[in-house]
């Protein structure tokens, strides 16, 4: 019998990413590398370009440390017409200061889908990284509408938060070939995403952008359709699932650095389990 294809799929979520950030370097710290395919999207498409270039602590660094800072996060910098969380700001400091270590990852034979929303029809896209584009590929994947107020353009096309369209590509790493998949969600396995409560607001918020809208409106039936799969996977498919504990207190744009160690220390802890199990 022939071995079974692998994937590593990660989750995205914002600031949660600091619970996939302690996964992968667990992962790294144990050497645990061997997938033959990731695929991630948002922040996890970030927490996988280091853990594939083997940057242990590298992304630990960036959540607790520069994503904190207000020239990231800042709701009065969006009231005057600026970005509530700016990208450009985050990708040239860490760039300048912390970059991704380019060489090793193209290195790694491991290929890296990074998950993008094509703004023009709101479906998603599946970027192959290359050394070259990862860093605009990974902040497309990481522009989440209005909240960052521009498309980041990748061949041209406008690309924004691949959550919108796939937020946990497990059902892309099937249709690829793998059979044992390995997910890393941000919130626990039990959450289910509801829709929007106030659409007619979110349609006017995003009317330059119909597509885009209408894929946001649907996001929560993607999302809970991926973790169906994920609880029902096909006969010829194995799905082991890494989630944050009950306690885990990290939402999208926390910035509290005791919460964020704690997340972290709960994703290694999180993935020195399952290394246990498997």
Not at 175 to 190: C, K, N
Request: aromatic share 8%.
């Amino acid at each position: 019998m022939s071995r079974r294809q692998t994937a590593l799929v990660v989750e995205g979520g914002a600031m949660r990413g600091i619970f996939a950030a302690g996964v992968l370097d667990a992962f790294l710290a144990k050497g645990r590398t061997a997938f033959d395919h990731c695929i991630g999207v948002s922040a996890g498409a970030v927490n996988l370009a280091a853990f594939l270039a083997g940057q242990q602590g590298r992304n630990h660094n960036v959540i607790t440390d520069y994503s904190c800072r207000p020239e990231f996060i800042n709701l009065a910098k969006f009231l005057r017409g600026g970005h509530w969380l700016d990208l450009d700001w985050l990708w040239a400091i860490t760039i300048r200061e912390c970059r991704l270590d380019l060489a090793r990852f193209a290195a790694n034979p491991v290929p890296l889908t990074v998950v993008t929303t094509r703004v023009a029809d709101g479906q998603a896209a599946y970027l192959k990284a290359n050394a070259a584009e990862l860093e605009q590929q990974i902040k497309a994947s990481c522009s989440v509408p209005l909240v960052y107020r521009d498309f980041v353009r990748i061949d041209g096309e406008a690309m924004t938060d691949g959550g919108v369209a796939d937020s946990i590509p497990v059902r892309h790493a099937y249709e690829q070939g793998a059979r044992d998949i390995t997910v890393v969600l941000s919130r626990p396995l039990g959450y289910r995403k509801r829709a929007p409560r106030l659409p007619a607001l979110h349609r006017y918020l995003l009317r330059e952008t119909p597509a885009l809208a209408r894929a946001s409106l649907s996001r929560h039936q993607s999302y809970n359709d991926a973790i169906d799969f994920i609880r029902q996977p096909p006969a010829d498919c194995r799905i082991r699932v890494i989630v944050p504990p009950a306690g885990f207190r990290v939402g999208r744009m926390t910035t509290d650095r005791g919460r964020l160690e704690q997340g972290y220390q709960m994703g290694w802890q999180a993935a020195l389990d399952y290394l246990g199990s498997v």
